[in-house]
């Protein structure tokens, strides 16, 4: 007797379903039937293909396509629902601000619906800018069962910072650090705030407005030493970037001899928030200080982001060959160059007597930024027509 054919692998069987749907099927014909060899689905490949449904169907009415799919899975390849593919079709109608969908559905796969579902459902939620949305589906916690644990509440909080809702991200704080709360607050929840304080103030015009977000972000950081959290290299990152883009170099320096006191060692991202401070105040030597200081130490490699800011400096203050060093310097090493940068600095030795790069050079960054695009292109969601 032969062996029975295996499962079909998702490479093969997504193009099919994907046909099947651009064609209508799931809708014009609901008696539709799969083929007698089909073995059924796996919860992984049919999440995979839910997840795949806005990719390929960026203009189509997903809540209704979504569903069709989803039924004929149960119905027609007698398919049993399960936690994770529950938390994938309400993952769709969330980002498709599809809101009453998605509380039917919840309400009506309520024994599938877990903590990790609601707190998936809140980020969902988030992307597309409904944190009001999010807030209640997180007081609706109790309906399905669910306890909200650390991560379901900062999750919640970072959607509510996203979206500038500073005041009840607080309330939640406050309430994570009432004596004998359920859920304690962890680092992330702080290093959240200190995040979008600082992100949040950079983006107004208003010096007042950014000292107070400042101040605020500063008082948060206190707030969670105070509580007995030690401060790792993101919380320290996060602070350290608002403070040098907003001119504090000195708040900024003190934390980083402090980081060094306290043994957290700093990053690439760390220093590369002092270079782009002294370059873009014109400081470029200290820039480049910070950048061998980084190498000497052991604390990181310079990256293409390390570089740029230097090199843009040096060329606004006239500073060419020194410029065109650290760009050979960073094409020998691996890094590509912004385009952006390759021609500010070709034009800067095009005026300076008519000098220019090398051929080498030249040749190493074209194709670098060719295959940058390609790259890039090939990263890009597929983006089909479908049928009206």
């Not at 390849?77 to 559905?105: G, I, Q, V």
């Not at 304080?197 to 500063?218: F, M, P, Q, V």
């Not at 960054?365 to 695009?373: L, N």
Request: positive net charge; proline residues 6%; contains cysteine.
């Amino acid at each position: 007797m032969p062996s029975p054919s295996p499962s079909p692998s998702p490479q093969r069987i997504l193009p099919q379903l994907l046909s099947a749907l651009i064609q209508g099927h799931f809708s014009l014909n609901p008696t539709l039937l799969p083929c007698p060899h089909f073995r059924g689905f796996s919860s992984s490949l049919l999440q995979s293909l839910l997840a795949s449904l806005p990719r390929f169907f960026p203009s189509a009415p997903l809540p209704s396509l979504a569903f069709s799919f989803f039924s004929w899975a149960q119905s027609h390849c007698h398919f049993s629902h399960d936690e994770m593919t529950c938390r994938e079709m309400a993952r769709l109608l969330a980002k498709s601000n599809s809101l009453p969908s998605l509380w039917l559905f919840l309400r009506n796969n309520h024994a599938l619906v877990t903590t990790a579902t609601v707190t998936a459902l809140i980020a969902a939620l988030g992307e597309v800018g409904l944190d009001k949305p999010a807030l209640n589906l997180f007081y609706r916690m109790k309906q399905f069962h669910c306890t909200p644990d650390v991560q379901c509440y900062n999750t919640l909080i970072l959607v509510l910072c996203q979206n500038r809702n500073f005041k009840k991200a607080r309330f939640l704080l406050d309430q994570m650090e009432l004596p004998g709360a359920r859920c304690k607050p962890n680092l992330y929840t702080y290093t959240i705030f200190i995040n979008f304080y600082c992100k949040r103030g950079l983006e107004t015009g208003c010096k007042k407005a950014i000292r107070r977000r400042i101040w605020e972000a500063n008082h948060m950081f206190r707030r969670m030493v105070f509580n007995g959290f030690v401060p790792d290299v993101v919380t320290y990152n996060c602070l350290i970037n608002g403070l040098c883009k907003t001119y504090r170099i000195g708040r900024a320096h003190e934390l980083f001899d402090e980081m060094i006191v306290k043994g957290v060692l700093p990053n690439r991202i760390t220093y590369n928030s002092f270079i782009r401070y002294y370059s873009v105040v014109n400081e470029a030597d200290k820039a480049v200080q910070f950048m061998r200081e980084m190498e000497e130490r052991e604390h990181g490699k310079p990256s293409s982001s390390s570089y740029t800011p230097i090199i843009h400096s040096l060329c606004e203050s006239g500073r060419v060959n020194e410029a065109t060093n650290l760009l050979v310097q960073m094409v020998e090493r691996g890094h590509v160059p912004r385009e952006f940068t390759y021609k500010l600095v070709c034009d800067a030795l095009r005026r300076k007597e008519g000098e220019k790069l090398s051929e080498e050079i030249c040749r190493k960054i074209e194709t670098g930024i060719r295959e940058r695009i390609k790259q890039v292109m090939r990263v890009r969601p597929v983006k089909c027509n479908t049928r009206t």
